[in-house]
């Protein structure tokens, strides 16, 4: 699989099957996150596997907790859809995947990051991301929880103050990988075409994109 294919056949993956991911298969999928780019080099990326069924349990728990929160926010037909939905396989999955960010690696001043202190959390979503991909390519689903309590899920995991949650992952062979995005397929919401997002030199000047692209 090229990087192409895993971009467009990347998906966020809510059902498992109970087959287990090998070390060998998860090291090279951290290995692909772990040579991401970072600003400065800094690295600021930390991986916690978790597969305790109780800590599962625990971070389930922080999930149901909050579904039931951020609910609240739909009526109607669209809170219907939004109860329909599958949001995670925490138990499902073979293993879940906390990403955190260590605020302080690379003291107390990096190349790069006078200005946009948060360079640190972007260079850990690039990691994100290429374990993503590498986890495509591999055949591995990833569905990434972000309706958690992120303080209660850092104390789960005894997570020192200074590092941010930035991620909770779930990954293991999926039941299938869908044609389309769930959230395109029922509906929610639609792929926006890349010429409403792409400018040239200025907000107000569209960027025509290419015949055929």
Not at 24 to 35: C, D, G, K, Y
Not at 84 to 97: D, M
Request: with cysteine; proline share 6%; glycine share 6%.
């Amino acid at each position: 699989m090229n990087v192409y294919d895993a971009i467009y056949q990347r998906r966020d993956v809510r059902e498992f099957r109970p087959d287990a991911v090998s070390d060998s298969v998860l090291a090279r999928i951290l290995n692909a996150a772990h040579h991401a780019g970072s600003v400065g080099f800094m690295q600021p990326w930390n991986f916690i596997i978790v597969r305790s069924r109780r800590v599962r349990e625990q971070v389930y728990d922080s999930f149901l907790a909050e579904n039931r929160r951020a609910a609240e926010h739909y009526r109607g037909e669209r809170r219907e859809l939004y109860d329909a939905l599958k949001l995670e396989g925490i138990l499902e999955s073979p293993l879940n995947l906390a990403v955190a960010c260590d605020r302080r690696r690379g003291g107390p001043h990096v190349l790069g990051r006078n200005t946009i202190l948060d360079t640190d959390l972007y260079s850990t979503c690039c990691a994100i991301q290429n374990l993503w991909l590498a986890a495509r390519a591999e055949g591995i689903g990833v569905g990434w929880v972000s309706i958690l309590d992120p303080e209660r899920v850092k104390a789960i995991l005894n997570l020192p103050p200074e590092m941010l949650l930035v991620a909770y992952l779930c990954l293991g062979y999926p039941v299938r990988f869908e044609e389309r995005p769930l959230l395109e397929s029922v509906g929610w919401e639609q792929r926006r075409p890349l010429a409403e997002v792409v400018f040239e030199d200025a907000w107000d000047r569209p960027w025509q994109v290419p015949a055929g692209e």
